[in-house]
């Protein structure tokens, strides 16, 4: 007998609000009460975020929708720019947790800004943006991105990730620094010190240069992204974080790098 279905839809949707997205996703196959109630907008209404309407808002996109369920896998599949183009938002899908990526242009990026001869912007059929960052060759790599904790998810713990593309020949990207900070909190020297050491190219670096160093990994839109940092948003009272990738100690040359932007979501 489906006991489940005696139940009034009210209660089995408080059952459901208290699970994850996940499971809400997959409690239609426990019986006919549970489908109907794991439909309802009520239950999907919880796994959005509360601003969610006002970050969407910002979006020059119209979003279609028949239910608050499409809606949510919809931002978890389809990122939707907002601000202008300068940041796209999106859902983490298994908790509903919101994700951020700051467009290149909105990186601080040395060298970057009317010096065509180091850095060129030019448009990408891959990029959700309308511009990436093209390094073309610097010997002083440096790359840094901020957010305002307060759009962040709280009590989260966050990962910082520089994603990017790497063309035909690229040179001198092996290793490089990284490091999250809390930019009222940290000094840079303090977040120098305990930077990680990461590679932007996928082979083996050469024997007699540092272990442990991070590798990229390809993402599922075909771009790469290394792990730049982590750090936990507790209340969004924190200010900004800065996440920065730099090579500025071995002068030799770099290129062959494109810059996508920087991407802060749920660990």
Same mark, same amino acid.
């Given at each position: 007998?489906?006991?489940?279905?005696?139940?009034?839809?009210?209660?089995?949707?408080?059952?459901?609000?208290?699970?994850?997205?996940?499971? %809400? $996703?997959?409690?239609? &196959? =426990? !019986?006919? *009460?549970?489908?109907?109630?794991?439909?309802?907008?009520? /239950?999907?209404?919880?796994?959005?975020?509360?601003?969610?309407?006002?970050?969407?808002?910002?979006?020059?996109?119209?979003?279609?929708?028949?239910?608050?369920?499409?809606?949510?896998?919809?931002?978890?599949?389809?990122?939707?720019?907002?601000?202008?183009?300068?940041?796209?938002?999106?859902?983490?899908?298994?908790?509903?947790?919101?994700?951020?990526?700051? %467009? $290149?242009?909105?990186? &601080? =990026? !040395?060298? *970057?800004?009317?010096?065509?001869?180091?850095?060129?912007? /030019?448009?990408?059929?891959?990029?959700?943006?309308?511009?990436?960052?093209?390094?073309?060759?610097?010997?002083?790599?440096?790359?840094?991105?901020?957010?305002?904790?307060?759009?962040?998810?709280?009590?989260?713990?966050?990962?910082?990730?520089?994603?990017?593309?790497?063309?035909?020949?690229?040179?001198?990207?092996?290793?490089?620094?990284?490091?999250?900070?809390?930019?009222?909190?940290?000094?840079?020297?303090?977040?120098?010190?305990?930077?990680?050491?990461?590679?932007?190219?996928?082979?083996?670096?050469?024997?007699?240069?540092?272990?442990?160093?991070?590798?990229?990994?390809?993402?599922?839109?075909?771009?790469?992204?290394?792990?730049?940092?982590?750090?936990?948003?507790?209340?969004?009272?924190?200010?900004?974080?800065?996440?920065?990738?730099?090579?500025?100690?071995?002068?030799?040359?770099?290129?062959?790098?494109?810059?996508?932007?920087?991407?802060?979501?749920?660990?």
């Amino acid at each position: 007998m489906d006991y489940f279905g005696l139940l009034p839809e009210g209660c089995v949707s408080d059952i459901i609000s208290f699970t994850s997205p996940k499971d %809400a $996703a997959i409690s239609s &196959a =426990i !019986s006919r *009460g549970f489908k109907s109630a794991s439909e309802s907008d009520t /239950i999907w209404e919880k796994f959005l975020p509360s601003d969610y309407q006002h970050i969407i808002s910002k979006s020059d996109s119209q979003l279609v929708f028949s239910s608050k369920k499409e809606l949510y896998f919809s931002l978890c599949d389809s990122p939707v720019l907002v601000d202008g183009g300068k940041l796209s938002f999106s859902l983490d899908k298994k908790t509903g947790k919101k994700c951020f990526m700051l %467009a $290149a242009r909105e990186l &601080a =990026i !040395s060298w *970057g800004v009317d010096t065509p001869w180091y850095w060129e912007w /030019i448009s990408h059929s891959e990029s959700r943006f309308s511009e990436v960052a093209h390094l073309k060759g610097v010997s002083w790599l440096d790359i840094r991105g901020k957010i305002e904790t307060q759009i962040l998810s709280k009590r989260t713990k966050y990962v910082a990730y520089l994603v990017f593309k790497l063309v035909e020949g690229h040179e001198g990207l092996e290793i490089a620094n990284a490091y999250v900070r809390f930019v009222n909190r940290d000094s840079k020297k303090e977040a120098e010190e305990r930077a990680s050491v990461v590679s932007l190219v996928e082979q083996k670096v050469k024997r007699g240069i540092k272990r442990n160093v991070k590798r990229p990994r390809k993402r599922v839109d075909g771009w790469m992204e290394i792990e730049m940092g982590i750090f936990f948003n507790e209340t969004g009272e924190e200010g900004d974080v800065e996440a920065r990738l730099m090579e500025i100690t071995r002068l030799h040359g770099k290129g062959g790098l494109i810059v996508q932007g920087m991407e802060f979501r749920p660990e």
